[in-house]
């Protein structure tokens, strides 16, 4: 039975993400009609029982944080509009899992394998890059296996194991909207250009070298998502499509499949 309407949820290491689906269409990958975030570590209870509509509909979320998920699913138990609360296990999500500890894989990469399974073209793999707390670069084969891939710091991580590690480096705020100059010419700014440049450089490189494993007779579909992709994205020198929230569609996909 299709779920048309529902709520798909991603609780990720920094944001809890939902997103309302209606009308939703598995041919199409139907995008969300709205979306709300929180805080993994401060939710915002009111914030998100304004964004709900009046109806009340089935909540579907992966989680990768597992003390955020037991405050979700405890307030879905307390509030009427919610009609019933699925937590997927990676058993329960549409997608052949080709490595030794499938239990093991972060849901959200899982997900967003879901649905980059399902956006590709039959005959070439896809490569799916989720840029957040940490960025996975992640493999799916042309017969639609989740084969693994790398997980890299995210900037902001990185910022701070920069600052946690060292005596003299400062815990910066990563400014996202300005690209740094390469060239810094004070300890922010060198650690600006680093930590920019080289996500951008670890992520086009790892891509590079995920690609050349999954060594397929088409060239694999690369799709980028997540809190930092429209930071990344445009330096990539390669041809990507950008998904707005590739893991809730990916939700949104396997509810269809329970
Ligand atoms: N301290 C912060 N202040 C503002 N935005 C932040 C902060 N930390 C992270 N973010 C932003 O939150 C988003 C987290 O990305 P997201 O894909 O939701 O990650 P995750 O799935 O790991 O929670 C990113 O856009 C990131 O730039
Ligand atoms: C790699 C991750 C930390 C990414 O989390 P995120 O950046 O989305 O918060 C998450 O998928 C996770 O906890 N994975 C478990 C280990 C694994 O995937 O192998
Ligand atoms: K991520």
Redesign the pocket.
């Known amino acids: 039975m299709p779920v048309e309407s529902l709520v798909a949820i991603?609780i990720?290491?920094?944001?809890v993400?939902f997103a309302l689906f209606e009308n939703f269409h598995a041919d199409e990958v139907t995008p969300p009609v709205s979306t709300f975030?929180y805080s993994?570590y401060s939710s915002d209870i009111q914030g998100l029982r304004n964004w709900l509509s009046g109806d009340t509909l089935p909540w579907y979320t992966v989680s990768v944080h597992r003390s955020a998920l037991a405050s979700l699913e405890a307030f879905s138990k307390i509030e009427p509009r919610v009609s019933s609360f699925f937590a997927f296990d990676h058993k329960k999500l549409p997608i052949e899992i080709a490595i030794p500890s499938p239990e093991k894989v972060g849901l959200?990469r899982l997900a967003a394998a879901v649905a980059a399974n399902h956006m590709r073209q039959k005959d070439r793999p896809a490569i799916v890059v989720?840029?957040?707390?940490?960025i996975t670069v992640d493999a799916v084969s042309a017969q639609g296996e989740f084969v693994g891939g790398a997980i890299l710091p995210?900037m902001?991580t990185s910022a701070k194991a920069l600052a946690s590690q060292t005596d003299a480096l400062p815990q910066i705020t990563i400014d996202?909207e300005n690209k740094p100059a390469a060239i810094g010419t004070n300890t922010t700014e060198a650690m600006q250009s680093g930590l920019f440049w080289g996500s951008v450089g670890a992520v086009r490189e790892t891509i590079r070298r995920v690609s050349d494993q999954l060594n397929s007779d088409k060239p694999p579909q690369i799709f980028f998502s997540?809190?930092?992709v429209n930071y990344l994205a445009p330096w990539m020198d390669l041809d990507i499509e950008t998904v707005d929230h590739l893991v809730l569609r990916g939700v949104a996909l396997a509810a269809q499949t329970l």
């Open positions: 991603d990720g290491n920094t944001r993400h975030s993994t959200d989720d840029a957040g707390t940490a995210g902001r996202l997540g809190g930092d």
